[in-house]
Structures are given as C-alpha cells and as structure tokens.
C-alpha cells in the first residue's frame, strides 16, 4: 500500500508531528495532499488533548508550493478556483486550531510552502532553509502566498520577495520575522523541542484563548481591540488555571495546573 500523504505521530505530552510525505516532489501541495492535510487539521481541532503540533515534511524540501504539473494538466478557471479555494480553507484551518502550530523548515519552502510557513503560529529554520514566493518566476503573482507573508514580514521586503521571486536565507527570513529561530540541521529538533517545552509547560486553557483572540485583534483597528482584548482577560482570569497561577504567583510556588487543562 502507498503511504500516507501525511504522516502523523504523537508523544505522552500531545505533540503533535504531521509530515507532509511527499518526497518525491519536494511535497508539492497537490489537491490530495490538501484534502489529507486538511483532514488531519480538523481532526484535530476537536481533540482536546492535543497541546501543540509540529508540521514538518519528508525528504529534502519542506515544501515547493502548489503541484504545477497538476494545475497545468487542466487549465479551468473554475478548477484553479476551486483549488485555491482548498487551499485558502486549509491555510486558515490551520490559524483556527486552538494550540500553536510551528513549522519545522528545511530545504526550500516556495510559493505556497512558504505560505505554509507563514500561516503556522511559530517557525524554526534549519541553516540550510531558503524561501521565497517564486510563483512570479513563470509569470503567476503569488497572490494568496502575499496574504500570508505581507502579514509577517514588513510591507516593502514582501512585495520585494513578491515581484523579484529571490530567495532568502534562513538568517535573512529570521530577521524579517517569518521564522522564529534557526538551528543547525543537527540542532533543528532539539530547538522545536526547547520552544514546544515552552508551550506545553502552560495551560491549554489560556494558550487557546491567546492564540483566538492574538488573531482576532490584528484585524480589526486599536480600540476594538483593545475592547475585545479586555473582555478576553478579564474572562481567562477567572478561569481556574489563571487564577491558581496567580495565586502561585502571590504565594512564591510553582502553579499546580492539571496535567491537561482543556478548554
């Protein structure tokens, strides 16, 4: 039997690892690895024990954006329509799971992989990591890969990225804020490891209501936000593990949260 098209694996904590496996075409986004990735994000969306989820891919490139062979096979507005569609509701699927979602990069991550890249919460590059929206290269605007990236790296580097299709290094993209952190191939899991340990150490709870309402605020002008901003604190606080974290807090102790806090 074939493989999946995305592997996934899961430790004691709830980490989470999806892999896209597609190796043989640096993971190009084809329709169905979508459908399994999306899949997969919905599952587990309703899956409160889940605390964190690394997607990482198989082979030698994270991702080379959308399957053009495929697209070029059937030239429909209708169909590219549709699969942008698809990959719109997945990229967004993504944003919506209620735990943060860190992208482990090696390789390349074109087009809609860096798209990919973009869309996860928290990114860890490997040395050797390049990425760009090359889409422009073969004449097509990487229009929905812009959404994403003008929303983590400053406007003019975005557009540059955009209309030059260059790539940029795994230092450069850390210093534009579309990664987080960068290791040595041989360090990259173990400094995923260090910034999950991170998150995993805090209650689900308020990593869930954080990451709602992070999103919800970036979209909206400063006082509603601040507005909705208020209203989301002053209900996490008189959540259990908010208020037992402060109490540690008073009392000079380590919090004692529930092993899985749920939401």
Known sequence: ????????????????????????????????????????????????????????????????????????????????????????????????????????????????????VAMCDLAVASQDARFAVSGINVGLFCATPGVALSRNVPRKAAFEMLVTGEFVSAEQARALGLVNRVAAPDRLDDEIAALVAHIVAKPRVAVATGKALFYRQLDVGIETAYDDAGATMAHNMMDPCALEGVQAFIEKRAPRWSPAPTT
Do not use: W
């Open 1 to 116: 039997m074939d493989e999946p098209l995305v592997l996934q694996d899961r430790d004691e904590r709830g980490v989470v690892t999806l892999t896209l496996n597609r190796p043989q075409t640096f993971n190009a986004l084809s329709e169905a690895l979508l459908t399994a990735l999306g899949e997969d994000v919905d599952t587990l969306a309703d899956d409160d024990a889940v605390r964190a989820v690394v997607l990482g891919a198989a082979g030698k490139a994270f991702c080379a954006g959308h399957d053009l062979k495929a697209m070029r096979a059937e030239p429909s507005l209708e169909y590219y329509q549709q699969l942008f569609a698809q990959c719109t509701a997945v990229m967004l699927a993504i944003q919506r799971l209620p735990v943060p979602v860190i992208a482990r990069v090696h390789g390349l991550a074109t087009a809609a992989g860096c798209q990919l």
